[in-house]
């Protein structure tokens, strides 16, 4: 009988145990895979796995050739830090890509296709060729002329305002119905390809006066709407010399369209590396020093697209540094990164000036001697 009662709790011990067992493996496994999990995820976070070197495939890069707006002489303004922290961004990485430009082959085909851009616009006669590149059309009753460059496809339409006096004010579509309106337009074109269809488009109201066309913030005013259009790569945006203007425009009234400006310099996706860039510090060492490209400097609330004139600010107030790409006017080798300062200017008796300077972001030692 004893014997029976020890097989017994032998058995239940025996059962007891090894649930207990199961158990603590089972807590262990837990443990240790979760412990594994931790380390793994600070290990690359805290201690991020080192990144090969940047490819700078393409060699030394030539210089940028970013405009630089002139300040009243002898302005010697302080420029501040004036970001929501106060201080410098601690989240721009130390590298960038960097685009190869590319133009299409000229080909017998470019002047077919120059004329048959100018039939749709209007232009159903043969053109004056003012060089081997560049055609130019006119319709002198209408004050129209065209300009294309069969090469580069650059095009210009534009119209004697003297010709546009019918207009009436508050005549032009709303701001929304103008960007979907030019959009259409340079699609039916053809022109409207690449990375715009995803980037930045900016609609203004205009107003014919004194022979130019001015800014207006009223509906009711406006004869005229004036849309612009960025584009955007990889989600960064892309600037033009002048910042409140894209490299492609188109400017409508009630059922025309008087003028366009199309620039537009195809990348090439194949083509493409990283470079090292300037640190947020070393770009500041350049704001300091005076080297910032300002490129825009206008009153608060006033008009981006009249003649510029030099002020003379105490303070300039940085509020906000960001990376994008500079896309010239002129036919550049490269698509390049640039540092984009963003804030705002303040002068002796107190006017406030929207402020923006560029400065080439590429590290010094990839960027070719002038």
């Given at each position: ?10 058995l239940t011990e025996t059962a007891r145990l090894t649930k ?144 546009l006096g019918e207009l009436k004010a508050g005549s032009p ?20 390809g690449g990375s715009y269809p995803q980037g930045r488009k ?169």
């Amino acid at each position: 009988m004893n014997g029976i009662l020890k097989s017994k709790m032998t058995l239940t011990e025996t059962a007891r145990l090894t649930k207990r067992g199961v158990a603590v493996f089972v807590i262990l496994a837990v443990a240790y895979f979760s412990s594994r999990a931790v380390w793994t995820y600070l290990k690359g976070t805290v201690f991020p796995p080192k990144l090969p070197p940047p490819e700078v495939a393409f060699g030394k890069l030539p210089t940028l050739e970013i405009p630089r707006l002139p300040l009243k002489e002898g302005s010697s303004p302080e420029y501040v830090v004036d970001t929501k922290t106060g201080r410098l961004p601690t989240d721009i990485p130390d590298r960038a890509k960097v685009y190869k430009i590319i133009l299409p082959p000229p080909t017998h085909l470019a002047g077919e296709r120059a004329q048959t851009l100018a039939t749709e616009l209007g232009f159903s006669e043969e053109p004056q060729k003012l060089s081997s590149s560049d055609y130019f059309w006119e319709k002198a009753e209408e004050g129209k002329t065209l300009k294309i460059n069969i090469i580069t496809g650059r095009l210009s339409l534009e119209t004697d305002l003297k010709k546009l006096g019918e207009l009436k004010a508050g005549s032009p579509p709303s701001k929304a119905t103008a960007i979907e309106q030019a959009s259409r337009f340079l699609s039916n074109l053809g022109l409207l390809g690449g990375s715009y269809p995803q980037g930045r488009k900016e609609a203004t109201y205009l107003k014919i006066e004194w022979g130019s066309l001015g800014k207006t913030e009223d509906l009711a005013e406006a004869q005229l709407v004036r849309v612009d259009f960025f584009r955007e790569i990889d989600g960064q945006a892309v600037t033009t010399p002048k910042p409140h203007e894209g490299l492609i425009s188109v400017i409508l009234g009630k059922d025309k369209v008087p003028f366009v400006s199309y620039n537009f310099w195809p990348l090439d996706s194949l083509q493409t590396t990283t470079y090292p860039i300037k640190t947020p510090e070393q770009v500041w060492n350049e704001v300091e020093t005076g080297q910032a490209g300002l490129v825009s400097f206008v009153p608060q609330k006033g008009d981006p697209f009249a003649s510029y004139e030099p002020r003379a600010p105490e303070t300039i107030f940085v509020r906000q540094i960001s990376l994008g790409y500079f896309d010239s006017e002129k036919l550049q080798d490269y698509l390049q990164p640039v540092y984009i300062l963003e804030g705002l200017g303040l002068t002796k008796d107190k006017q406030q000036l929207d402020y923006i300077a560029y400065i080439p972001a590429v590290s010094y030692d990839w960027v070719a001697e002038e």
